[in-house]
């Protein structure tokens, strides 16, 4: 048999699914995927059922249908402070996965070097691969999880084609504050470098921090793409609704493979969200306070119960330190795996995020109905005993 790609033994399985999977067979409670276990608003869901009678079920136009892609450029255009074409500067794609991959093949050519944190999203580095393109890490350095800006400049000094950046940060909570996106706007200008932005998680942010778009500083509509999706903002990650932004320049590359990749969104989901995207202000400022709920209870929870762990700015993820609860010489993977068995509390190995040799982190989340978080909070309270 002629020989398959070998591109692929260059990463590996996502470890996040791959635990989603385990917690399913073990009927665990899942703090690995980053979904909720509630309902997206009643507004979606009814107009939903309404879709699901009366269409459309055929395909839509490549790039998303006109009165969906009208109502999203309303809604991004009033958080970015800027006009956008919906004809021109957005296209609908099958979850922010695929805005990315779309973008990183229309921006790159096998060889480029492309700049991204660590840690950061799993997916990215695969993706990078897949396109042929060469990972460049820059370190967050924890517990504030801050980067070194001449360490920063240095991968620049490399030649980047582009970096991408998860703003707020998945794994890690960080939200980038305006000096330090300022600081790698003025890097991306002077060495002529693409920002590739993963803003999915742009409406959780906790007091005190503030969300800014990479595409609203100097100099970086020209040079940036937005990525993003319905999936956290309104509670429908199944819906596989994303999108991309730029100007039109970037904005014709993309639209060809995000053609020839998916052909188009899903039409009746996209017809059923329009209503979340009329959503007026109060409704981002109910959700962020839900979150803020959420994250209250599990981050106590987890205090009182003494699991070191970063207390996040954003997103709906925390990072926790198990090096007291592992076996010596024990993989973070395996603990995971055994943590799912003996616990019934799924959990995402560190490993999958960092590109340092991290062995003793991993990712919770805490997307979750109260009575859900409390139990898995009970389950972890017995961790040590259950994991010796």
Avoid at 18 to 45: E, H, V, Y
Avoid at 218 to 234: A, I, N
Avoid at 272 to 298: N, T, V
Avoid at 330 to 349: H, I, L, N, R, Y
């Amino acid at each position: 048999m002629q020989e398959t790609s070998r591109r692929n033994s260059q990463f590996t399985e996502s470890l996040i699914r791959r635990m989603t999977r385990l917690a399913l067979a073990s009927n665990a409670i899942n703090l690995a995927q980053g979904f909720p276990n509630f309902d997206p608003p009643k507004a979606l869901t009814d107009r939903l059922a309404e879709v699901s009678a009366g269409g459309p079920h055929q395909y839509p136009i490549t790039m998303g249908a006109p009165n969906f892609r009208r109502a999203l450029a309303k809604k991004c255009g009033r958080f970015m402070g800027r006009t956008l074409d919906p004809e021109t500067e957005i296209v609908v794609t099958i979850g922010s996965t695929e805005a990315m991959v779309d973008t990183i093949f229309a921006l790159t050519n096998p060889g480029d070097r492309v700049a991204l944190f660590s840690p950061s999203f799993e997916n990215y580095r695969a993706q990078l691969i897949m396109a042929g393109c060469e990972p460049v890490f820059v370190p967050l350095m924890p517990p504030d999880f801050r980067f070194d800006p001449e360490v920063l400049e240095d991968a620049f000094r490399l030649g980047l084609k582009a970096m991408i950046i998860c703003n707020p940060s998945n794994p890690s909570g960080r939200v980038f504050t305006r000096e330090e996106l300022s600081l790698i706007a003025q890097l991306c200008v002077k060495y002529d470098t693409y920002a590739i932005m993963d803003e999915v998680y742009e409406h959780i942010v906790y007091e005190g921090n503030v969300h800014t778009y990479m595409n609203s500083l100097p100099g970086m509509w020209e040079r940036t793409v937005s990525c993003s999706s319905l999936s956290k903002t309104y509670s429908i990650t199944g819906w596989r609704l994303g999108y991309a932004i730029a100007p039109w320049e970037l904005m014709v590359r993309i639209k060809q493979y995000h053609d020839f990749n998916a052909v188009g969104a899903a039409s009746p989901l996209m017809e059923a969200a329009i209503p979340g995207l009329e959503m007026p202000d109060s409704y981002y400022r109910e959700f962020a306070d839900h979150y803020a709920h959420m994250k209250r209870i599990f981050i106590d929870g987890v205090r009182s119960l003494g699991i070191p762990f970063t207390d996040p700015q954003g997103t709906y993820f925390v990072l926790a330190d198990m090096s007291p609860y592992m076996k010596k010489g024990q993989s973070d993977v395996a603990f995971c795996e055994e943590m799912v068995e003996k616990v019934g509390v799924a959990c995402v190995p560190g490993s999958s995020f960092f590109r340092e040799n991290v062995n003793h982190i991993v990712r919770f989340h805490f997307a979750k109905k109260d009575e859900t978080l409390y139990e898995a909070l009970e389950r972890l309270s017995d961790l040590k005993r259950k994991m010796a």
